[in-house]
């Protein structure tokens, strides 16, 4: 568990929004927000994209894991993320995606349109059956990268950013454990 506060969601009296956009820096506690925030839901699915390709990042995948505790189903899957959010989708859960920043690397990795994909899982997120939360690093604010692939993964992060915040009803940005809302559309309940 990090030493600095993050953001308690579940203090908030409003239901979970049915898409939520968590967005930040790195170690800005966007992802320990977004559970506590998902398990608002009473039950999630946590949807995580990244795998182990080394000895670090099987280290960052733990420590995520061990700050989670074992109230979560987890399910990886690095490259199919619309496919797996619709298997992961049920009406009495909650689904948090972390992180669509490792989903686009990978995509790009594997040679995939990640504006197709970007665009599938915008469309996707319009069909869904129970609130999602999806965590992203914003990787745009900081200096042009020097080299042309990382110019590309950066604007396509842009891009995915924009897509997904359209589709959002509620977009939270955090910086230094600070959560600031960007977006956040009001429920309407279904008429009786």
């Known amino acids: 568990m990090s030493a600095f506060a993050v953001p308690d969601p579940s203090r908030a009296a409003r239901p979970l929004p049915r898409v939520t956009l968590v967005l930040g820096g790195a170690r800005s506690g966007k992802s320990a927000f977004a559970e506590r925030l998902a398990m608002t839901a009473g039950r999630a699915i946590y949807l995580a994209t990244g795998h182990a390709g080394d000895a670090e990042m099987a280290a960052r995948i733990a420590a995520?894991?061990?700050r989670r505790g074992t109230g979560w189903s987890t399910l990886e899957e690095p490259l199919d993320l619309v496919e797996a959010?619709?298997?992961?989708?049920?009406?009495?859960?909650?689904?948090?995606?972390?992180c669509l920043t490792l989903w686009l690397a990978n995509l790009m990795h594997?040679?995939?349109d990640a504006a197709a994909e970007t665009e599938r899982l915008g469309a996707a997120l319009a069909r869904?059956?129970?609130?999602?939360v999806l965590v992203a690093n914003e990787v745009g604010l900081g200096i042009v990268p020097d080299n042309a692939l990382a110019r590309r993964f950066r604007d396509a992060a842009g891009h995915l950013?924009?897509?997904?915040?359209?589709?959002?009803?509620?977009v939270?940005?955090?910086?230094?454990?600070l959560a600031l809302t960007l977006k956040d559309t009001p429920i309407t309940e279904p008429a009786a």
């Open 64 to 66: 995520h894991q061990a």
């Open 85 to 98: 959010l619709a298997a992961a989708r049920a009406p009495d859960r909650a689904v948090l995606v972390d």
């Open 110 to 112: 594997a040679g995939r």
């Open 128 to 132: 869904g059956a129970c609130p999602v």
């Open 161 to 170: 950013h924009q897509r997904i915040a359209a589709a959002a009803d509620r």
């Open 172 to 177: 939270v940005f955090l910086a230094a454990g």
